[in-house]
């Protein structure tokens, strides 16, 4: 009866299950990375292109627009994942009537 309590141990997923949380996360990288792709392309490339290459200041702000998207997606996550472990231990602490 430690399944009541907490003390259970946890089913393990299933490899449909595993496929369909690896395809969840394979689309998420994507649609980040796209997301990344026209946020920083927006802020930096002007429309009209003059050149073939990147100039110093196109390359400057791609480089940084790239490091504050991937700094705020550490924090959100960071938050995120903090909240939800302060849910799960919201329900989790009071054993059988949490």
Known sequence: ???LFGGGARPQPTFAEKIAAAEAEIEMVS???NQLVDTCTR???PPQYRE???NK???VCLDRCVAKF???NVKVSEKM???AAQRQGATGA???FG
Do not use: P, R
Request: with cysteine; proline share 0%.
């Open 81 to 83: 994942q903090g909240e």
């Open 70 to 72: 991937f700094e705020v």
């Open 43 to 45: 802020k930096c490339i």
């Open 31 to 33: 649609n980040m990375f």
């Open 1 to 3: 009866m430690s399944f």
């Open 94 to 96: 009071g054993g059988m």
């Open 52 to 54: 073939a290459d990147l």
């Open 57 to 59: 200041g196109e390359s």
